[in-house]
């Protein structure tokens, strides 16, 4: 059958003499022989070169200038070979946020394939998230203790750089008075000028009211028009308890009623703020101190020299700069 052998002919790269082989595929194979005798030239120099070739030949142009390219080996022919790449580790300092994946833009197709496909579960309970109704969100705010305050609003803007001028005018020709902009509530018109550069946050407060039994109505159609006008996904906040609730027709577990947002490829990437972990900030690691190595003995003063510290500033201990700053 095709492509179930790697077939190589006339390879002549550095001391291989015309060889021709046909070497089977997804098996482990083991090159070996006298010094001399091409290994190296048929494994790395010929076979891993033109597949690293070809696996960089199909990158773009700005991943192609991160990678070395090895030129095209001495060969006549060769087919069935899959594209390839060596990872190469090393102890250089470089970018954490770099890595084989982000180079090779590997990881875009992930986070896209996790983003669209990938199907979302519950963290809790671990069951699939299912859509949510404009009428199980009321349901569930209804739940709320009796003459709690409730906010209903609608993003429109969801960590985006821009003025966004035009949306707050069409804020105000949709009939909503109040908008939350980056946590502050605005009253509407009122002059708000956003920093260009930087990721803002923006939502239509399209009603605030008390949860109590006659209010169902009145939430229901909050709900509905918070849902048309947030794209599916409406944020319930309690300004009492400092608590906000994000709906979405999309996804909401049903057994806990835990919702989540619209999973997004960003979500799943560390160097977003959105998918990076909020205690390492997406790094990796999380610098801290160890409180037993900081003060070895625990019942020594500071002026006794409690604290191990183990630097020197212009030449000074640092245990000694501590103890007079603390003094």
Request: proline share 5%; net charge neutral; aromatic share 8%.
């Amino acid at each position: 059958m095709p492509n179930e052998f790697i077939v190589i002919r006339g390879a002549k790269e550095h001391n291989l003499k015309n060889v021709n082989l046909e070497l089977p595929r997804n098996q482990l194979i083991v090159v070996t022989g006298l010094s001399g005798s091409g290994k190296s030239s048929l494994a790395f120099d010929t076979i891993y070169a033109e597949g690293q070739r070809r696996f960089v030949e199909s990158l773009s142009s700005y991943a192609r200038q991160f990678l070395e390219q090895m030129q095209k080996p001495d060969i006549e022919f060769i087919s069935g070979l899959s594209p390839a790449i060596a990872i190469e580790q090393r102890t250089a300092g470089s970018n954490p946020r770099s890595t084989v994946a982000t180079q090779t833009e590997v990881y875009d197709y992930l986070r896209l394939l996790f983003a669209r496909v990938g199907v979302v579960h519950c963290y809790q309970c671990s069951q699939p998230i299912e859509r949510q109704t404009s009428q199980e969100i009321v349901e569930r705010l209804l739940k709320l203790p009796s003459g709690s305050q409730l906010q209903i609003l609608a993003p429109l803007v969801k960590g985006r750089k821009g003025e966004y001028r035009d949306i707050f005018s069409q804020i105000q020709k949709s009939g909503f008075t109040r908008c939350r902009v980056d946590g502050e509530i605005y009253e509407l018109p009122a002059e708000i000028k956003l920093a260009k550069y930087k990721i803002h946050h923006i939502e239509v407060v399209v009603d605030r009211l008390i949860i109590k039994p006659e209010v169902k109505n009145r939430l229901n159609d909050s709900i509905e028009t918070a849902l048309k006008t947030g794209q599916g996904v409406v944020i319930a906040v309690l300004p009492e308890q400092k608590k906000e609730m994000i709906f979405s027709e999309q996804y909401a577990c049903s057994k806990c009623g835990i919702s989540y947002a619209e999973i997004e490829p960003r979500v799943f990437s560390f160097n977003s703020p959105y998918g990076a972990c909020p205690e390492c900030n997406g790094l990796g690691n999380k610098p801290e101190f160890d409180v037993d190595l900081v003060v070895p003995d625990k019942n020594k003063s500071i002026n006794e020299g409690a604290i191990e510290a183990c630097f020197t500033i212009a030449g000074f201990c640092g245990s000694c700069l501590i103890r007079w700053v603390l003094a």
